[in-house]
């Protein structure tokens, strides 16, 4: 089986083109497989490009543990790419099928490569029941999230798959690893949840660590920094337009107040391909 290793700002997946070769048969034992940092190839999990009948293409994402998440923003900028670059679609403007709705990405090229990707993240889920989350509020805003005896103010969004957003003065490894797990399996999250810790550097920028549901932590979460973009602005502490730093790079947001979406632009890299012998 053919793949390619591709990255979106350090969020790493294996990836493979459905187009001319059929689906894997037990594609979450595959994404363990390939996953596997000492063992597979190693990333954060595996996602399928496939046909599709409303869409340039379809992404099919499953986390390293197995489990399949409806969409990822890091990996559908990176999917844009493989389309475009592989000459399965060559549009300015593609669409893609996602777990979460059809997307549309403008790609951004030099020298016939795509180098960035400006996706349209779509319109953000707020009502508890639809994220989903037991916690109180339309929004939830600031809502109090007891973990082992500790209170934590948290804000919670979808953008197609739900999110915690934590903010607090340092994201350190005693929240992330620590906290992060068990806010995950919360079971105020009955379909668990992705964490963000977010330090607030000014209105219009911030830092980011995030803990993934079925991945741990991962360098970039395009997903969990559109929710952010999202969590600053409901929770008074940034501007609509911010620029986030992730531990793998730099992604730019916007939650547009006409359209109610949210724009997300960043890299899309290529790293290597190569042949599972499995």
Not at 195 to 211: A, D, G, K, L, Y
């Amino acid at each position: 089986m053919r793949f390619t290793k591709m990255h979106g700002a350090g969020n790493d997946y294996v990836y493979v083109n459905c187009f001319d070769q059929p689906l894997p048969s037990d594609a979450p034992e595959l994404a363990r497989q390939m996953s596997h940092r000492h063992f597979g190839i190693g990333g954060d999990g595996l996602i399928l490009i496939r046909p599709s009948e409303v869409a340039d293409a379809r992404m099919q994402m499953f986390n390293l543990d197995g489990s399949e998440a409806e969409m990822c923003g890091n990996g559908i900028r990176c999917v844009a790419k493989y389309v475009y670059d592989h000459g399965i679609s060559r549009r300015p403007t593609l669409r893609i099928e996602t777990g979460a709705g059809i997307l549309t990405l403008d790609v951004e090229t030099t020298n016939g490569k795509v180098e960035r990707v400006r996706v349209d993240m779509g319109e953000p889920i707020l009502e508890a029941p639809r994220i989903p989350t037991t916690l109180p509020g339309n929004p939830v805003v600031d809502a109090e999230l007891v973990v082992e005896g500790q209170a934590y103010r948290v804000t919670s969004v979808s953008m197609g798959n739900p999110h915690c957003i934590v903010f607090v003065d340092k994201a350190s490894d005693e929240l992330v690893l620590g906290i992060g797990p068990k806010i995950e399996k919360h079971e105020a999250f009955p379909a668990k949840v992705n964490v963000e810790f977010v330090e607030v550097i000014s209105p219009t920028e911030v830092r980011q660590r995030t803990w993934e549901r079925g991945s741990g932590e991962t360098w970039a979460c395009g997903t969990g920094a559109s929710a952010v973009c999202v969590a600053g602005v409901l929770a008074g502490r940034t501007e609509r337009k911010i620029l986030n730093h992730l531990l793998g790079g730099d992604l730019e947001l916007e939650w547009d107040e006409a359209s109610n979406r949210v724009f997300m632009t960043g890299p899309a890299t290529e790293v290597f391909s190569g042949e599972w012998p499995k």
